[in-house]
């Protein structure tokens, strides 16, 4: 929709300027630069105010100094006339008092002598454009006050915003749509309609298409200001003025509600189990190809869950029809809490036959989980109105891309599994490709055996010592976790820590090797060994936990040990979580004496902007650069770079990995003191590092004779 312009003015400057050459000379550049203005010229403030009030000119360029009227009294005069008038002054450097009047006058532009001409052109175009954005303006104004007067006695409600999406008009027909009055709805944003059933992407869309110059159709769920929801169909529009440039939006929005309530009665009927409410069949293979389309596109995994209820037949023909209906209602309820994310589909099939999508999952151990949770929850009494019955069921679970790429094919695979799960007995599950069943089986063995190693005290905590090569001393030690299992045997952290991460075990486990850790090295203090810190690793789902600090403080106080003699490592990735909370928390361990470092430094989101921000004492070099920096230039330069990054920061740094004398010497020579690698030693359980604390002699037989000259 397009404003048309009135018939345009042109605009006129005044110059006034008491040396004609100056006057001369300017008046020719204004009038190649702008050949559409008309120029006025004046030989001094009195003459300039005269042809002010007989012309009204819209832009007023004068010199300060000048005779019978300088050029601050004509600007105070001029303003009094109009106070809108645009003035630009000329001024030497040594005009200061007069600049500082022209500025409590209200002059909008002022320049220095010897005269800038680009200065000078560019505030004159200034002054131009802002004297044509208030003239369209003006008839844009117009136009719209007219358009309202037009349109009030529409049948279709209409909607006028400007460019920020703030309504300046709505007529009578909105009013009676939405209940809101015109002074009511005039100044907000159309979202006070909103009642959340419209999707963020979608009104992303119109916005995306007004602002372009384009048309948008489409519906909306609105809510009336009672509160009750209405549809309407709708279209937006941009307004534009003369030039193209949009101004305005205009929305007209026509009451569909009957014919959409009549629609979802027949889509309800058509889509929807009468039963239980569920998706059908139908809508579940409409679901199902949409799911598919997506994981084809985006490569991810989506499995599909085939069960039915164990013995229904013989509870419907013994019990009746209605108590067979109402135990199929009261377990598709159970089946739809325990598949809660919005995306998942809960469809009855037919009978007593279910089927379950669930779309974009991680892997097969999530579908796994969501069948467990339906047999545990099948696990417990359906109370029915009269009689309380149990009932359990078998799962098949197949998943793409690995046991079909089709709609059919899934299905029926994920049937297959379900009656392979019968054949071995009764609430269970199966998946239908047998590699991922035993790699499942194995999981959940894992998972089940973690939840238990720590009640039967299976963890043990090893020590990597990590050195000052120029002293010679331990100066903390890293504490590791191992998990002795008692059929599987020492089980390292790559092996099970993802595990505790993804079921939150992390939690409990990071709390036990904290406090053993405290005690530990409370216990060498008290064997009089020199003080140093002990390490303990934070994970980010550690980190997430609102009482952190308060667990931390706690086990220093009952291990009795100082906060000055822990470390916590932390690695760049809590960066990306929430900034302000994660160095809020830092801050707090911080305040308590705690010792902070960052791990694996330089391989996550390395940035000088939070570095600077964090309460940390030291950075530590990933063993990625450490390994190849004799023989790779570029690991080299990377290590020298965080060196010179904790120095310049007044941090301590530390290497990791180091294995061999040419690698220690190296860092060295880079001016990295203190390190740790298998150079000095493995990880060690706590009486070997008892021995290591012990051993004067064993710097010596390591790495201190290489150091000295």
Sequence with gaps: MKIPDSATIAPTLLYVEDDSDTRELISMVITN??????????????????????????????????????GIVMAREIKTLNKNAKIIVISAHNDTGHILEAIDIGINHYVLKPINLAKLLTVIKQCLDSITWERQLREQGEYIRKL???????????????????????????TQLTGYASAEAVGKKPSILKSGETTADEYGRLWETVNAGGE??????????????????????????GEGKITHFIAFQEDITEQKLAGETIRQMAYYDTLTGLPNRSLFNELMQRALAQAHRHNRLLAVLFLDLDRFKVINDTLGHAVGDQLL?????????????????????????????LPDIDDVQEAVRVAQKIIDAFSLAFVLPHIE??????????????????????????????YRAKEQGRNRY???????????????????????????????????????????????????????????????????????????????????????????????????????????????RQFQQPKLAEMVEHALADAGLAPAWLELEVTESIMLQNMEKTI??????????????????????????????????TLKIDQSFVSDITINLDDAAIATAVITLAQSLRLNVIAEGVETLEQMELLDGLNCPEMQGYFFSRPLPAPKVTGLLADRQWPNLTWQSSTMH
């Design 33 to 70: 630069k702008f050949p559409d203005v008309a120029l006025l010229t004046a030989a001094n403030g009195l003459e300039g105010l005269q042809l002010f009030k007989s012309h009204g000119p819209d832009i007023i360029l004068t010199d300060l100094m000048m005779p019978l009227m300088d």
């Design 148 to 174: 309202s007067r037009a349109v009030e006695q529409s049948p279709v409600a209409i909607v006028i915003t400007d460019t920020a999406g703030t309504i300046e008009y709505v007529n009578p027909r909105f």
């Design 216 to 241: 948008w159709w489409g519906e909306f769920h609105n809510r009336k200001k009672n509160g009750d929801l209405f549809w309407v169909s709708a279209s937006v529009s941009p307004i534009t003025n």
């Design 329 to 357: 209602q009261a377990a598709a309820q159970r089946l739809k809490e325990c598949c809660r994310r919005d995306r998942d589909t809960v469809a009855r099939r037919g009978g007593d036959e279910f089927i379950i999508l």
């Design 389 to 418: 019955l149990f009932i359990s069921t078998c799962i098949g679970i197949s998943i793409f891309p690995h046991d079909g790429s089709d709609t059919e094919t899934l299905v029926k695979n994920a049937d297959m599994a379900m």
């Design 430 to 540: 199966h998946l239908y490709t047998s590699a991922m069943d035993i790699q499942a089986f194995h999981r959940l063995a894992m998972e089940n055996s973690l939840r238990r190693a720590l009640q039967r005290e299976e963890f043990l905590l090893y020590y990597q010592p990590k050195v000052n090569i120029k002293t010679g001393r331990i100066v903390c030690n890293e504490a590791l976790v191992r998990w002795q299992h008692p059929e599987l045997g020492m089980i390292l952290p790559q092996q099970f820590i993802p595990l505790a991460e993804d079921t939150g075990l992390i939690v409990p486990l990071g709390e036990w090797v904290l406090r053993t850790a405290c005690s530990q090295n409370k216990a060498w203090q008290k064997a009089d060994f020199p003080p140093m810190r002990v390490a303990v690793n934070l994970s980010p």
């Design 584 to 617: 809020g928390t830092l801050q707090r361990l911080n305040n308590l004496g705690i010792h902070i470092s960052i791990d694996d430094f330089g391989t996550g989101y390395s940035s000088l902007s939070y570095i600077k921000k964090l309460p940390i004492q």
